[in-house]
């Protein structure tokens, strides 16, 4: 019978130890500190959530001014290529007139040299 009372006793003994770890808990949770400590953890992590919000915001803002400085590079650079176009068609336009008008020319020295030879 010893046993049985040895299992007794060490059943109560457990069930005073979790009654107790129960009641403690209870008296932790009715705590004015532990409500205060929980505000307090409250207050910090707005505030840290506050703060990541605020550098998101500022990313955000820093990566769509690189971006539309990037277009206005795009664009610039776009811009400089059409002038580069244009100048070079222009370039070719030129040319093609100068090599016409010394083709007129050496028409018109063979026609007069035809014309002297003729009269």
């Not at 955000?60 to 690189?66: D, L, N, T, V, Y």
């Not at 070079?88 to 018109?108: P, W």
């Amino acid at each position: 019978m010893k046993t049985d009372t040895d299992f007794i006793d060490r059943r109560n003994a457990a069930k005073n130890a979790k009654a107790a770890l129960l009641e403690k808990m209870k008296a932790k949770q009715n705590d004015p500190e532990l409500e205060a400590r929980r505000a307090e953890r409250a207050a910090v992590v707005a505030a840290r959530e506050e703060r990541e919000a605020a550098k998101r915001r500022q990313r955000q803002e820093a990566e769509a001014e690189r971006e539309a400085a990037l277009a206005q590079e795009r664009a610039a650079a776009k811009e400089a290529a059409e002038q580069a176009a244009v100048s070079e068609r222009d370039k070719l336009i030129a040319q093609a007139m100068e090599d016409q008008a010394a083709q007129k020319a050496k028409r018109d020295a063979r026609y007069a040299a035809r014309q002297m030879r003729k009269g």
